[in-house]
């Protein structure tokens, strides 16, 4: 029987995030982690240096120590983070160039990939609707040198729906409002899906698409979502809400020591 835990978005919180995640990984017994995406980034943190230094080195080392724990860790890509995978500063990205490369290095050090089937359920950062199909690449890490996965990459971080303020009907794998996906479905893809990418004030399960974006906080320190976490039973494949002790005033006082 393996136990998976389902991480939503952490935004360059790791040092707040994962203790909690770790606690609930003991008491649940899980052996797999599965985060959604969107490592790095911070409304009104793009000079921080410092911020993406301590945090990307604290998410790699606290994956180190799951691996060597024997838990299996997947790491998959979000929209925040495949401009550094790709090269290219976006606007809300690192402004240092020099730094902006080694945000590059470290997330290319996870083993990113796209998407992953869990049960009856297939993961990924915002989700597949009707323009974008599931290519079997996508479910295991990708390979930057690789042409084909590089052009792809670079596709995804460029097409941005209209509900994200973009040009296109609907978003990519890693830009995809999830109504997109309810509006659009694509019909190729039998599993329930879950994403990350749109924050919520906590996970329902009973949506179409369920979104466990519960980490949230904006550039004031106001913290939106709850930080439920999502458990997965693959014996059951059934999948259970767990609350945490994210939204309280000690983490809002914490918030401000990040920086």
């Known amino acids: 029987m393996t136990k998976t835990i389902l991480v939503g ?3 360059l919180k790791a040092r707040l995030i994962l203790p909690i995640v770790e606690k609930v990984i003991s008491e649940q017994d899980c052996q797999r982690v599965i985060f959604l995406g969107d490592y790095v980034d911070w409304s009104g943190q793009e000079n921080n240096i410092k911020l993406y230094a301590k945090d990307l080195t604290y998410l790699t080392e606290w994956k180190e120590k799951m691996l060597d724990r024997g838990l299996e860790v997947i790491n998959l890509i979000g929209n925040h983070d495949i401009f550094y995978v790709i090269n290219f500063q976006a606007p809300f990205s ?7 490369l080694a945000v590059q290095d470290s997330l290319l050090d ?4 796209i998407a992953y089937k869990l049960g009856n359920y297939l993961v990924s950062h915002a989700g597949y609707n009707l323009l974008f199909d599931l290519d079997d690449w996508h479910l295991s890490p990708f390979d930057i040198d690789n042409n084909i996965h590089f052009k ?4 995804f971080a460029n097409a941005v ?4 303020g ?9 830009w995809a409002d999830f109504r997109e996906i309810e509006l659009i479905p694509n019909e190729n893809i039998r599993l329930k899906q879950i994403v990350g990418h749109t924050p919520q004030t906590h996970i329902n399960i009973n949506q179409s698409v369920i979104s466990v974006d519960t980490f949230a906080v904006d550039k004031d320190f106001n913290i939106y979502g709850n930080g439920d976490l ?3 039973d693959d014996q059951t494949n059934e999948i259970t809400v767990i609350q ?4 309280t005033l000690e983490t809002c006082e914490a918030l401000k020591n990040l920086i």
Not at 94 to 100: H, I, S, T
Not at 166 to 174: F, I, L, N, T, Y
Not at 244 to 247: G, I, M
């Open 9 to 11: 978005d952490t935004h």
């Open 94 to 100: 690192l402004k240092n160039k020099e730094a902006f």
């Open 110 to 113: 996870l083993d990113l990939q």
């Open 152 to 155: 792809e990459l670079v596709r």
């Open 161 to 164: 729906g209209m509900k994200r």
């Open 166 to 174: 973009g040009g296109e009907m609907a978003g990519s794998p890693v």
């Open 230 to 232: 999502l458990i997965h």
């Open 244 to 247: 945490s002790e994210w939204k």
